[in-house]
């Protein structure tokens, strides 16, 4: 590429340049002027136009123009939203790179702190699989804008369609628009969670509106017009109020009914829970003692306490009562011992874990930091750590290695699709 004078930091020049990788965040690299330029929504191979942003280190942030000439790996993104949407970051990679890229992701971290083991293919699910969302709602003058928000932004794109989300999902969206445009003030806003339960969606929504009898009786209209199994609203004081539930809310964990809490956690897709959870049983083996931490409303507990017994902890109160009112109606209830602890403030030390045959911990993107270094220090034979993020389980990882752990095996799942997010599966064994 022809050289030019440096551009100066928060430069706006216009550039021509390939694409020769994708960096972490799925923003295509390239070169100018011996520094590195991210450029979103260009894959390897891509010729394209974008225009310099600030220097940060010994790179550029690149604003992407136009796609000047595509190349092998590029193909046509199946959503009509995608660049402005902020859900998806790489609809544009051909499916060989973007699973390359995606098992890179976990194998990468991996190797960054120094670890050296086999990391499995990619599981990928499919499109139109999850079936939960965090959506944004705000009222203009022209109606309601409801969908996702623009990528470091708080413009929302009001979304049509979107093939990530189960069809039952997006065919919400139209009256959801229509019902809360009588119920939401002119620039009034709400922050929704959707959630697909095996009885039907559970509706949360979040808003500083005040909810009064009028409001009330739209809302509970609207559930009984679109079948919803619960909808909620959840005010400035931070609790819900249950608008209209109509059924339980119930999703099965191997054949065990769960009335999920309003709003409550779950695994994005049905097949990325199955492939965990086959993941998480293969791993801890023929252990009959088990400590499942984090283990919310049971995804993982009561498939393993099949043939096993399992001390369940987490700090959610309303999962670890789902949980255990599950267990006991499921049969399950002398197999399974449900505990409500902080496991970040106060994590199971050695000596609480000794007598497990294995321990699962999943906990949220920041990692488990304190309880990796309490595992490293037990005497467990086997640890099984399941994650939404590399950088993180890389770090637990290097914690239980050192600690005298072997790194046996890792596996990718990919049920967070088209973006940077990732799910996995490390197998650990003294």
């Known amino acids: 590429m022809r050289r030019s004078k440096p551009a100066a930091p928060g430069s706006?020049?216009?550039?021509?340049?390939?694409?020769?990788?994708?960096?972490?965040?799925?923003?295509?690299i390239g070169t100018v002027d011996d520094l590195r330029v991210y450029v979103p929504f260009a894959a390897p191979g891509d010729r394209v136009r974008a225009r310099l942003g600030r220097l940060d280190g010994q790179a550029y942030r690149g604003e992407f123009i136009e796609l000047v000439q595509p190349g092998p790996n590029h193909r046509e993104p199946p959503c009509p939203h995608f660049g402005p949407c902020?859900?998806?970051?790489?609809?544009?990679?051909?499916?060989?790179v973007y699973t390359d890229w995606k098992h890179g992701l976990l194998a990468g971290a991996l190797a960054r702190a120094g670890l050296e083991t086999e990391v499995a293919a990619l599981v990928e699910t499919p499109p139109r699989s999850r079936r939960r969302a965090s959506m944004a709602a705000r009222r203009g003058r022209s109606g309601v804008f409801l969908g996702f928000n623009e990528a470091g932004s708080s413009r929302i794109v009001d979304l049509?369609?979107?093939?990530?989300?189960?069809?039952?999902?997006?065919?919400?969206?139209?009256?959801?628009?229509?019902?809360?445009?009588?119920?939401?003030p002119e620039n009034g806003g709400a922050d929704l969670a959707v959630t697909l339960l095996d009885d039907g969606i559970d509706l949360v929504v979040v808003a500083e509106t005040k909810l009064d009898l009028e409001r009330r009786e739209r809302l509970a209209e609207f559930a009984a017009a679109q079948d919803l199994a619960r909808l909620s609203w959840r005010g400035a004081d931070?609790?819900?109020?249950?608008?209209?539930?109509?059924?339980?809310?119930?999703?099965?964990?191997?054949?065990?009914?769960?009335?999920?809490?309003?709003?409550?956690?779950?695994?994005?897709?049905?097949?990325?829970?199955?492939?965990?959870?086959?993941?998480?049983?293969?791993?801890?083996?023929?252990?009959?003692?088990?400590?499942?931490?984090?283990?919310?409303?049971?995804?993982?507990?009561?498939?393993m306490a099949r043939g096993a017994q399992v001390t369940a902890i987490d700090g959610e109160g309303p999962a670890v009562e789902a949980l255990a009112s599950a267990a006991r109606r499921g049969g399950r209830g002398e197999r399974i011992t449900a505990q409500r602890r902080d496991l970040f403030r106060q994590p199971l030390t050695a000596a609480?874990?000794?007598?497990?045959?294995?321990?699962?911990?999943?906990?949220p993107r920041a990692g488990a930091r304190d309880?990796?270094?309490?595992?490293?220090?037990?005497?467990?034979?086997?640890?099984?750590?399941?994650?939404?993020?590399?950088?993180?389980?890389?770090?637990?990882?290097?914690?239980?290695?050192?600690?005298?752990?072997?790194?046996?095996r890792a596996?990718?799942?990919d049920q967070f699709l088209w973006s940077p997010h990732l799910e996995a599966v490390a197998v650990f064994r003294r």
Not at 12 to 28: A, H, K, N, S
Not at 162 to 184: D, G, M, N, Q, S
Not at 352 to 363: H, K, M, S, T, W
Not at 374 to 402: E, G, K, Y
């Open 238 to 303: 931070g609790f819900n109020d249950p608008v209209a539930h109509r059924r339980t809310g119930v999703v099965h964990f191997d054949e065990v009914p769960v009335a999920l809490p309003p709003g409550g956690f779950l695994q994005a897709s049905a097949e990325g829970e199955a492939a965990l959870t086959r993941l998480v049983r293969d791993g801890v083996g023929p252990a009959r003692r088990i400590a499942d931490l984090f283990c919310g409303v049971g995804t993982f507990a009561l498939p």
């Open 160 to 184: 049509t369609d979107c093939v990530v989300l189960r069809p039952e999902i997006t065919a919400l969206l139209p009256p959801l628009r229509a019902v809360l445009a009588t119920i939401l």
């Open 12 to 28: 706006r020049r216009e550039i021509e340049l390939v694409i020769e990788r994708l960096g972490g965040g799925g923003d295509g």
């Open 352 to 363: 609480e874990l000794r007598g497990f045959d294995a321990v699962v911990f999943d906990p």
């Open 371 to 408: 309880q990796a270094e309490a595992l490293a220090a037990s005497t467990v034979p086997v640890v099984v750590a399941v994650s939404c993020n590399p950088s993180s389980l890389a770090r637990d990882a290097r914690t239980l290695v050192d600690g005298g752990y072997r790194l046996e």
């Open 86 to 96: 902020g859900g998806c970051q790489v609809q544009h990679l051909a499916p060989p």
């Open 411 to 413: 596996t990718p799942v």
